[in-house]
């Protein structure tokens, strides 16, 4: 029995988190800068049934047996034997890595249970399709975040740039004119579990206001989708901008944020916003093709711990 490997990329959203959870469109694009990888070897002196997990990066080295059910990669594990009705696998070897940063709004979560999912499900002979990658996935999402709209499973198992809307059909977005992006990590650490419950008793203490910042959002996203599809780059700054300052009505920003976004547009970027959860993790600046390491190099000045340049196409 061979070895199987597979991967997934990061994302980052482009418009639109947070009132994504409501019901909101959003626009997501991967980043394949940085990539999770799961690998399933068979281990053929092993007892039947018995998996060896191995993710060096969080010092994980156990078996799943000894793992609690809800600790995201036992899940995904479990999730899979599950769908495929495998009560005793094959005794295996999982190994993960990943060069996504963690809870930084690059969804290492989501690409890990991808990867995971995948790998696994082709070393027991049943390799599945995306959608059910992507529904697999999304049950785990749930453990990391609560109350997830599912837009990183969506957009990392099909690593292409979508526009979405929870519940309904993925719906691709096809880029006419290529563009870069400069991400930016504020190194403050954000679960996106606790900005999501955050907005959450906001939106039942002041639910009409919310409703319409959501409402806002959601429009900036349909400009979005628009400009993209039709190569207007340019437009998309403006749009950044507003997106960043509703993020900020919102709650979810925070003074690093804020910081970063200035310096990008200092340093020349179209439009910068946060990105993600917010609180902490990353903001992200249109920059044009030649500006963006300029763009990195000021984000850095003030107080970004990574930068990484992503071309969306
Ligand atoms: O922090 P991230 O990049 O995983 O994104 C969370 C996006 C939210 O809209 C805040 C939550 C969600 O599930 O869509």
């Known amino acids: 029995m061979p070895a199987f490997t597979a991967s997934a990329p990061g994302k980052i959203i482009l418009f639109g988190e947070h009132a994504v959870v409501y019901g909101r469109p ?84 989501a690409a890990v249970s991808v990867a995971i999912i995948r790998a696994l499900s082709a070393f027991l002979g049943q390799p599945l399709a995306d959608e059910e990658v992507s529904k697999l996935a999304f049950e785990i999402e749930k453990l990391h975040h609560g109350t ?3 837009i990183d499973n969506t957009v990392i198992t099909y690593a292409m740039p ?13 880029v006419s004119q290529p563009f870069s992006l400069v991400i930016g990590d504020s190194g403050i650490a954000s679960p996106t579990a606790l900005a999501v419950g955050d907005v959450r008793r906001l939106w039942r203490e002041h639910t009409r206001h919310y409703e319409t910042l959501f409402d806002a959002v959601g429009e900036i996203s349909r400009r979005a989708r628009r400009a993209i599809e039709h190569g207007e780059t340019e437009a998309l700054g403006p749009l950044m901008n507003a997106n960043h300052d509703l993020l900020r009505e919102i709650g979810v920003s925070s003074a690093e944020l804020d910081r970063l976004v200035v310096a990008a547009l200092e340093a020349g970027a179209l439009g910068a ?41």
């Not at 998996?51 to 995904?76: E, F, K, N, T, Y």
């Not at 979508?162 to 096809?174: A, C, D, K, N």
Request: proline share 9%.
């Open 26 to 109: 959003a626009i997501a694009v991967p980043v394949v800068q940085v990539r999770a990888r799961a690998v399933v070897s068979p281990e053929p002196r092993g007892e039947p049934g018995s998996v060896h997990i191995q993710a060096p990066a969080i010092a994980l080295d156990a078996r799943l047996s000894d793992l609690s059910p809800d600790h995201p990669i036992a899940a995904a594990v479990t999730a899979v034997f599950n769908r495929l009705g495998v009560s005793r696998p094959p005794a295996c070897n999982l190994r993960i890595t990943s060069t996504i940063p963690v809870a930084a709004g690059l969804g290492s979560g």
């Open 148 to 150: 997830p709209s599912g």
């Open 162 to 174: 979508v526009y979405f809307m929870r519940g309904q059909p993925i719906e691709s977005l096809h």
């Open 273 to 313: 916003k946060l990105s993600g959860g917010g609180r902490g993790g990353n903001m992200i600046a249109l920059a044009a093709a030649d500006l963006a390491p300029g763009i990195a190099r000021s984000l850095e000045a003030a107080g970004a711990v990574r930068t990484i340049i992503s071309r969306v196409e």
